[in-house]
């Protein structure tokens, strides 16, 4: 198959994004050729693979809560009904909180519309947080590294144990696999797209088109390699989209923004080890994915790695 023939349809990013997308355009247009397309070597390279891939239900928005609830029952079915590990384990999210924090309307309205939708919580006061976790400090009153990081005194812990964490390039492959199944079209990696091919419509094969005046079309996209030609592009290409859309006249909107995470391994470290092999909150036996009381700050429990991954 030529690879300058054209597509019907063009998915630029094998994300996880992409990745399912493809599939899901595939599975419900048989006979269309879908081309996936990404710059890395592989799929799931990009943001996908730095994910700390925490799954979470618990929102405030009927809409949220719908999709999250969906993709949990789905990840789980990919698992039990497909045989397919995402190594998904329901070790549930604690979110610690301020007293301030938990008197929040917002937090309150988040509590009760959750509760309004039968989704899931539990909630811990400090007492039965000390007691269900003793080596994790919740009592910062005097703690000068606390203080430093601006962490306010864990008075309430909220539990949801239908949240869990999985290996986001596990998901990935899925998708590619599945995808692979139905497309006649293989994926191309290491192939950069550099712009889309903006064409008036119709053309007039005038030099100089298209005009501001004249109607257009994405009539697929330049590449590293060559044009591909295609009825409709799909991007998936998350936080570089501007980069392809801006030329073309249509902000996206959307910035890169810096994240770190860092990996600490808990083995033969025993206060860590006995924070990881917290029981009593899941039947994984291990802390939940962990929230701290300051913005954006998290921990996630790794058990493949005996470790956690600290992210914010
Ligand atoms: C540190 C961190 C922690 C996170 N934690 C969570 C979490 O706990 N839970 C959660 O749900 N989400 C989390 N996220 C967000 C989540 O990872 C992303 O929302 C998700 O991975 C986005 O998937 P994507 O497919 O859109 O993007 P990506 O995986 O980035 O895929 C985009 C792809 O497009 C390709 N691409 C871009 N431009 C071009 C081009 N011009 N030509 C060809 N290819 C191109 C890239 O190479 C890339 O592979 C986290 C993100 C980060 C960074």
Aim: aromatic share 10%; charged share 20%; with cysteine.
């Amino acid at each position: 198959m030529s690879s300058t023939e054209p597509f019907d349809i063009i998915v630029v990013g094998a994300g996880v994004v992409g990745c399912s997308t493809a599939y899901y355009l595939q599975k419900n247009n048989p006979t269309k050729r879908i081309l996936l397309i990404d710059r890395l070597p592989a799929a799931g390279q990009g943001n996908t693979a730095m994910s700390a891939a925490a799954v979470r239900n618990m929102f405030a928005s009927s809409t949220n809560q719908l999709l999250t609830d969906s993709s949990i029952k789905f990840i789980e079915s990919v698992q039990t009904k497909m045989g397919f590990d995402l190594t998904f384990e329901k070790c549930g999210y604690l979110w610690l909180m301020s007293d301030k924090q938990f008197n929040d309307p917002s937090v309150q309205m988040w509590m009760q519309k959750m509760k309004a939708s039968s989704i899931r919580w539990t909630l811990y006061d400090k007492k039965q947080l000390k007691k269900m976790i003793p080596s994790l400090n919740v009592d910062f009153a005097r703690d000068e590294e606390a203080q430093l990081l601006h962490l306010p005194e864990v008075s309430y812990g909220l539990f949801g144990p239908d949240c869990g964490v999985l290996d986001p390039t596990k998901l990935v492959s899925f998708y590619l696999q599945e995808f692979s199944k139905l497309s006649k079209v293989k994926p191309k990696f290491g192939v950069e797209v550099t712009g889309l091919l903006l064409e008036a419509d119709p053309k007039l094969d005038m030099p100089g088109e298209p005009f501001v005046w004249q109607n257009k079309r994405v009539n697929g996209v330049k590449t590293s390699s060559g044009v591909l030609r295609a009825e409709m592009v799909v991007l998936a290409t998350d936080a570089w989209s501007n980069r392809l859309l801006d030329p073309i006249g249509f902000d996206s909107q959307t910035k890169a923004k810096k994240r770190q995470m860092f990996v600490i391994h808990a083995s033969e470290k025993k206060p860590l080890m006995d924070l990881l092999y917290t029981k009593g909150f899941s039947d994984k036996g291990c802390i939940p994915f962990t929230i701290l009381p300051m913005a954006g700050v998290y921990f996630r429990p790794q058990l493949q790695e005996k470790g956690f991954w600290i992210g914010c």
